[in-house]
């Protein structure tokens, strides 16, 4: 079976640096080999690392928001 598509639901949070740095390159490789990686994540010094970002906010109505945080340099390599 071939997955393509993979959702994590992390707890990252818990990680050492280092094996933070390896979870993440190793989520990269995957991404980079053509498969979609979706991340949920409450780790702020991640997201510095992911490129492109649904952030979805509480707000006080109990409603939620949600942004679509694509940084400037994502698509500086799409051809």
């Given at each position: 079976?071939?997955?393509?598509?993979?959702?994590?639901?992390?707890?990252?949070?818990?990680?050492?640096?280092?094996?933070?740095?390896?979870?993440?390159?190793t989520?990269?490789?995957l991404?980079?080999?053509?498969?979609?990686?979706?991340?949920?994540?409450?780790?702020?010094?991640?997201k510095?690392?992911?490129?492109?970002?649904?952030?979805?906010?509480?707000?006080?109505?109990?409603?939620?928001?949600?942004?679509?945080?694509?940084?400037?340099?994502?698509?500086?390599?799409?051809?």
């Amino acid at each position: 079976m071939q997955l393509d598509t993979l959702f994590i639901d992390e707890g990252f949070g818990a990680l050492d640096s280092d094996t933070l740095e390896v979870a993440m390159a190793t989520l990269e490789d995957l991404r980079s080999g053509g498969r979609v990686i979706g991340l949920i994540s409450h780790v702020e010094a991640m997201k510095d690392d992911i490129q492109a970002q649904l952030r979805v906010t509480r707000l006080s109505d109990r409603s939620s928001r949600v942004e679509v945080v694509v940084p400037a340099f994502a698509g500086a390599n799409a051809g």
